[in-house]
């Protein structure tokens, strides 16, 4: 039989673990036209998260549109992005699309044909009259267009990757943003994104043009209750099994973050005979570390000597509580709190630790501090 666990890509169906709350509540969230800002450490499986609340709203009758901004290198990407991911709504209605396209965006000819598996697609074409084509406001708008042709319709738009459109612009797009969604009420708007520092700035900050203007959705781990009969089914249907103790030291290896625990679910599957037990766990995190260990090596022989210290300091705590304090300054060797602060930013910012939500420090690579617990932390 194949390996019953996957990791690396969207996973939908069976292989999606628990989510039932988070699940629910965005659904909710949705068909009453919510604006959220939804974040998450990498891989924590915010995108299939949100394909699943998708799917469920389409079955209600709802119309979404999925905007991956982390593709766009420029605002003319974004614009294209999203005049894109907007005119699927015409392909969907199928007779009469080319009239509901022409009432989304002036300045565009649809040009519609058919890609190399068959389904239908849309290019937007530049009048001549025109060559810029529609800006950015005119574009966001569109939900508020279709809104008004489908007004008994839950109408959702997801930005995924969302902080990338201040690298992409500075505050300009998030300015036009905040004057969209304030004024276009009957539509959901999601911004989701991994990089909770720069989204927490766009999103409580004062100043900021989006300051306040979205309600606040933490995506995080998943508990042990509910992947103990995730993974216990996994193995059962499979033909092997797996003590409920063998789960549990698997789950707080990976502290529950479920790219880090499919994957290690998977090799534990791979290398197991009937039953997998704890010693079977511990060949496949060493398998996992050994496959990683030039790769992290050449991470932590690329740091600079400051976070490289903090680095190791976040493996050896696990949860790093108050990084700048006396006794962590002292313990771990650094000259003064302000020179700790500096090295814990630098790793913020290389994503090479994240903040959850009750003020402690990990690091993000759940492997990266396995690694480091066995080769550097003396």
Sequence with gaps: MANPFSYGGIVSDRQFCNRVTELR????????????FIHGERRVGKTSLLKSVMGNLR???????????????DEADFRRVCATALSGYALEKGKGALGKLAGLFSGVTPSFGIDETGKPT????????????????????????????EPDKPILVIFDEFQQIREISGLKLEKVLRSVIQEETGVAWFFCGSRATILREMFLKKGSPLFRSSGHYPVGAISLAHWRPFITGEFDRSGKKISP????????ATGGHPFYTQMLCS??????????????????????????????????????????????????EGILLKPTSGVMVRKYGFSSPSTAKSALLYLL??????????????????????????NVAT
């Design 245 to 252: 103790e063998t789960v549990r030291v698997l789950v707080q």
């Design 59 to 73: 079955e209600a009758g709802g119309i979404c549109f999925y905007i991956d901004v982390w593709k766009c290198v």
């Design 25 to 36: 509540e965005l659904v909710r969230a949705a068909k009453n036209n919510e604006r959220l």
């Design 349 to 374: 910012k290389h994503d090479h630790a994240s903040q959850d939500e009750k003020g402690g420090y990990h690091l993000t690579d759940r492997y990266l501090a396995m690694w480091c617990l066995r």
């Design 267 to 316: 090799a534990l599957w791979d290398i197991s005979g009937n039953t997998a037990s704890e010693n079977d766990l511990e060949a496949a995190v060493s398998l996992l570390l050994e496959r990683e260990s030039g790769t992290y090596a050449t991470l932590w022989n690329s740091l600079p000597d400051q976070p490289r210290k903090m680095l190791r300091a976040i493996a050896l």
């Design 122 to 149: 849309v290019t937007l074409v530049r009048d001549r009259s025109r060559p810029e084509g529609p800006d950015v406001e005119e574009i966001l708008r569109a939900p508020g267009r279709i809104r008004a042709m």
